[in-house]
């Protein structure tokens, strides 16, 4: 491995066995354009401000965990990581949810290439318009869990607008009570919680939401990885197997976690009350699968897009050094013993050689192009 002053980091201490123990401490994954930048993580820093964790530039193991002052010795960024760092010290809290919002921002306004522009202002129009389905869903929801369902009782989903408006505002106000707050101040809250279930997913449409979609994108990309390990012949691909192994661990807790999510719909007036009371209790718990599926989506595209000039074997390389660490706060939230699983897993990460030239042939302005065009298939960033 260099050393930090021969990578031009004096400041910098190299983490070898980088293994966090919440997801905060993992960071969040950011989508850089930089080649030197890919797969690096925000996260609070321990005093203030924000910093990042970068993947040792040499290609061994290890981490440098620098401000952005830092990765400018290391790298010349792109104007789109210039500008998307000057917006992430904007971020009073960091998620993946507001990381994500500013990431779709800042390629709306062409600085991840042209090719981005019309999906992140897609994305954004959608993301909107999925909120205010979430907040319909929500009423009906409250209207079925209040109203008795005699004979003549009609499904608030195929009643007239004028009707549903009715009905809805009497069974607020019926479940006022239930809560502990005026009638009036449930419809703020109804609307507050529309926003942190939108990618849950609620309704008729639940699957259609962001996160379930994502966990589906990791099955396809396990299905994909059986079929290579076949194509490989005896002994098949160990990058393959572990990307399968890792994609499908982490599906299986994305799952659970949002299962625990929507569950919390169950019950509409204790949900109300426990916003009311702990708003962020819930917004954590919510964030959980998006947590989990951090930066996958970014693995997934990779393979999507392998044989446009990027080799397979090549992209596997690629694909087994972002795999992200789950780290033990994981195990707190399902009824798992992960340790075990989680060792297997990291013992069979490969290590990248320092020098090895895997991409044999591959410019920088190839690969800055080549993420420019993941930003255009993602534009919100590595989900």
Same mark, same amino acid.
């Given at each position: 491995m260099d050393t930090a002053e021969e990578l031009g980091l004096p400041l910098a201490k190299p983490i070898q066995g980088f293994q966090p123990s919440t997801f905060l401490e993992r960071?969040?994954?950011?989508?850089?354009?930089?080649? =030197?930048?890919?797969? =690096?993580r925000l996260r609070p820093a321990e005093r203030r401000g924000l910093e990042l964790i970068v993947p040792n530039p040499a290609g061994g193991r290890g981490v440098y965990i620098v401000p952005w002052d830092g990765v400018q010795d290391l790298c010349s960024p792109t104007l789109h990581d210039r500008q998307l760092n000057a917006r992430l010290d904007l971020l *009073?809290? /960091?998620t993946p949810g507001g990381l994500r919002r500013m990431a779709c921002e800042v390629a709306a306004?062409?600085?991840?290439?042209?090719?981005?522009?019309?999906?992140?202002? +897609?994305?954004?129009?959608?993301?909107e318009q999925d909120q205010l389905f979430a907040t319909f869903e929500l009423l009906l929801a409250v209207v079925r869990a209040v109203e008795q369902r005699d004979a003549g009782w009609l499904p608030p989903n195929i009643a007239e607008r004028d009707a549903l408006e009715r009905r809805a505002q009497q069974a607020l106000a019926t479940m006022a009570?239930?809560?502990?707050?005026? =009638?009036?101040?449930?419809?703020?809250?109804?609307?507050?919680? +529309?926003?942190?279930?939108?990618?849950?997913g609620i309704g008729r449409q639940a699957a259609e939401a962001r996160l379930p979609l994502m966990i589906a994108q990791l099955d396809a990309l396990r299905r994909q990885m059986r079929l290579w390990q076949r194509a490989c012949g005896e002994g098949g691909s160990p990058d393959a197997m572990l990307v399968d192994r890792? +994609?499908?661990?982490?599906? *299986?807790?994305?799952?659970?976690?949002?299962?625990?999510?929507?569950? &919390?719909l169950a019950d509409l007036p204790r949900l109300f009350r426990a916003w009311a009371n702990a708003p962020d209790d819930i917004v954590r718990l919510c964030a959980r699968p998006e947590w989990l599926l951090d930066g996958w989506e970014r693995i997934c595209l990779l393979w999507q897009t392998a044989d446009d000039g990027f080799g397979r074997p090549a992209t596997l390389n690629e694909m087994v050094a972002l795999?992200?660490?789950?780290?033990?706060?994981? *195990?707190?939230? /399902?009824?798992?013993?992960?340790? =075990?699983? &989680?060792g297997g897993l990291r013992h069979h990460r490969r290590k990248v050689a320092a020098g090895e030239d895997w991409r044999t042939g591959v410019t920088v302005v190839d690969l800055i192009a080549r993420n420019e065009k993941l930003r255009a298939l993602s534009p919100a960033g590595p989900a």
């Amino acid at each position: 491995m260099d050393t930090a002053e021969e990578l031009g980091l004096p400041l910098a201490k190299p983490i070898q066995g980088f293994q966090p123990s919440t997801f905060l401490e993992r960071g969040i994954a950011v989508p850089f354009t930089t080649p =030197a930048l890919v797969g =690096a993580r925000l996260r609070p820093a321990e005093r203030r401000g924000l910093e990042l964790i970068v993947p040792n530039p040499a290609g061994g193991r290890g981490v440098y965990i620098v401000p952005w002052d830092g990765v400018q010795d290391l790298c010349s960024p792109t104007l789109h990581d210039r500008q998307l760092n000057a917006r992430l010290d904007l971020l *009073s809290v /960091v998620t993946p949810g507001g990381l994500r919002r500013m990431a779709c921002e800042v390629a709306a306004e062409g600085l991840a290439g042209r090719d981005a522009v019309a999906p992140a202002r +897609a994305l954004l129009k959608q993301t909107e318009q999925d909120q205010l389905f979430a907040t319909f869903e929500l009423l009906l929801a409250v209207v079925r869990a209040v109203e008795q369902r005699d004979a003549g009782w009609l499904p608030p989903n195929i009643a007239e607008r004028d009707a549903l408006e009715r009905r809805a505002q009497q069974a607020l106000a019926t479940m006022a009570p239930r809560v502990g707050r005026p =009638a009036e101040d449930l419809m703020g809250i109804l609307e507050e919680l +529309a926003v942190v279930f939108t990618g849950v997913g609620i309704g008729r449409q639940a699957a259609e939401a962001r996160l379930p979609l994502m966990i589906a994108q990791l099955d396809a990309l396990r299905r994909q990885m059986r079929l290579w390990q076949r194509a490989c012949g005896e002994g098949g691909s160990p990058d393959a197997m572990l990307v399968d192994r890792t +994609a499908e661990l982490t599906a *299986s807790l994305a799952r659970a976690t949002l299962q625990d999510a929507r569950g &919390l719909l169950a019950d509409l007036p204790r949900l109300f009350r426990a916003w009311a009371n702990a708003p962020d209790d819930i917004v954590r718990l919510c964030a959980r699968p998006e947590w989990l599926l951090d930066g996958w989506e970014r693995i997934c595209l990779l393979w999507q897009t392998a044989d446009d000039g990027f080799g397979r074997p090549a992209t596997l390389n690629e694909m087994v050094a972002l795999i992200p660490t789950t780290p033990r706060e994981a *195990s707190a939230w /399902v009824e798992m013993d992960l340790e =075990a699983r &989680l060792g297997g897993l990291r013992h069979h990460r490969r290590k990248v050689a320092a020098g090895e030239d895997w991409r044999t042939g591959v410019t920088v302005v190839d690969l800055i192009a080549r993420n420019e065009k993941l930003r255009a298939l993602s534009p919100a960033g590595p989900a």
